[in-house]
């Protein structure tokens, strides 16, 4: 299996930031890390290992990226609207940088999906629905929608754009509603085991059938708890079985 690392230094972010890429061809999958992870966790977890076999055959190119949740939302010294000006640079950073980096080494028309588990199927699904027009869909597994769970009681205009649960059923733009629309990738996965909060997937797999938006809700069995071993049979599930 190829494994190439690059880095370079964010103007979104203001520090180097790190790459992991995976592979030679294929649609190119985007991993968002967990809670306080870095670019290697999904390694580190051997997610990537159980993905091996699409990898080689080029069905796949995977480009892991670092999460910065420890310098906005995990970090407990900084003030709230901080946090949520930290949390907006990380989304420039992939809109600005990380998109046009998987361009270069795939090619334009090559398909963009977003996934990450827990924290970072938050912040995936938010990514692919701010900009449809530069990921084409997600696979979100035991995710929680509601960006107050991570708050910590703080609300404002940023938290509440960067919420999928809260500004989705108001989005009324509809070439953003349309291109959303258009993804037939848009899968919401959840354990029913220690951990996962399924109900979440459910309320807000029920927001995006209000908007008019083609999605798959599949809750897992109650030994799926929130862990690796869950995610590991998830991802290959899905990419084995839907593209």
């Given at each position: 299996m190829k494994r190439e690392l690059s880095s370079w230094y964010s103007p979104s972010l203001a520090k180097d930031m790190p790459v992991a890429v995976y592979g030679d061809y294929g649609?190119?999958?985007?991993?968002?890390?967990?809670?306080?992870?870095?670019y290697l966790e999904y390694e580190r977890f051997?997610?990537?290992?159980?993905?091996?076999?699409?990898?080689?055959?080029?069905?796949?190119?995977?480009?892991?990226?670092?999460?910065?949740?420890?310098?906005?939302?995990?970090?407990?010294?900084?003030?709230?609207?901080?946090k949520a000006i930290r949390h907006n640079q990380f989304n420039n950073y992939v809109f600005d940088e990380v998109i046009p980096f998987i361009k270069t080494n795939t090619s334009g028309e090559t398909d963009i999906i977003i996934s990450g588990a827990s924290f970072g199927a938050l912040h995936?699904?938010?990514?692919?629905?701010?900009?449809?027009?530069l990921i084409n869909g997600t696979i979100a597994m035991s995710g929680v929608y509601d960006l107050t769970e991570y708050t910590k009681g703080f609300w404002d205009e940023q938290v509440y754009f960067n919420s999928p649960q809260h500004y989705i059923p108001n989005l009324d733009d509809e070439n953003i509603l349309n291109n959303i629309r258009k993804s037939n990738h848009i899968h919401i996965l959840s354990g029913s085991g220690s951990y996962e909060d399924p109900d979440a997937s459910r309320k807000f797999a029920g927001i995006l059938d209000s908007k008019g938006i083609n999605y798959e809700l599949d809750i897992w069995g109650e030994d799926m708890k929130h862990d690796w071993p869950t995610w590991r049979a998830m991802l290959p599930h899905y990419l084995g079985t839907r593209f």
């Open positions: 649609f190119a999958l985007l991993l968002v890390p967990t809670a306080a992870a870095d051997q997610l990537i290992d159980s993905l091996k076999d699409f990898i080689n055959a080029g069905k796949v190119k995977i480009f892991s990226i670092n999460s910065i949740n420890n310098e906005s939302w995990l970090n407990n010294e900084m003030i709230p609207e901080h995936s699904m938010n990514l692919f629905l701010k900009r449809p027009d």
